[in-house]
């Protein structure tokens, strides 16, 4: 039987196989330095999914915290922390529409990743339900926006066009 510690051990392999894990991860922070993004800085990342870049943050001595709104992804993020001997790590497990209702502080720099955003609405379904995606995803960014400090930044990723 295939259990979760063997999914996110295939994950990883397959993140340092096909993508150069740590090359990403190396890319990603001169580019969020350029920003001035430091590891002082106040790093949010939405969308963690298994924690991929999120963990690799916090281990290289970032100040991240981390949500998903998938509880499947958040057990599969701690068995990664666990790999990563990371044991402080702030999560929370909360819709984008009601972040900045339930996190009461504010960041230097938000994530949202690996095309979440495109799934706003229907992340959760089997079929993907387009009803009033257009006022989930306004909503939710009108919530990273709020959680962002003056002058701070939102990273969104898409990564098909034919997504948008």
């Known amino acids: 039987m295939i259990t979760i510690r063997d999914l996110v051990r295939f994950w990883d392999t ?3 196989i096909l993508y150069n894990r740590q090359g ?21 990342d939405v969308s963690a999914g298994t924690g991929f870049l999120a963990l690799d943050l ?12 998938s509880k499947r992804m958040l057990r599969l993020l701690k068995v990664n ?12 497990n909360i819709p984008w529409q009601l972040l900045s209702k339930n996190v009461k502080r ?5 994530l949202c990743r690996g095309n979440s955003l495109v799934y706003a609405k229907s992340w959760h379904k089997k079929v993907h339900d387009l009803t009033n995606a257009r006022e989930v995803i306004l909503s939710s960014l009108r ?10 930044i939102l990273w969104i990723d898409i990564t098909s066009d034919e997504e948008i």
């Open 24 to 44: 990403f991860v190396n890319e990603f922070k001169k580019v969020i330095a350029e920003y001035g993004i430091t590891r002082e800085s106040k790093i949010f």
């Open 143 to 152: 919530n990273f926006y709020n959680l962002l400090k003056p002058r701070g």
């Open 81 to 92: 922390a666990a790999n990563f001997t990371l044991d402080k790590i702030e999560v929370t």
């Open 106 to 110: 504010q960041y230097d720099l938000l």
């Open 14 to 16: 397959a993140l340092n």
């Open 58 to 69: 916090k281990k290289d001595g970032y100040h991240i915290a981390i949500n998903d709104a």
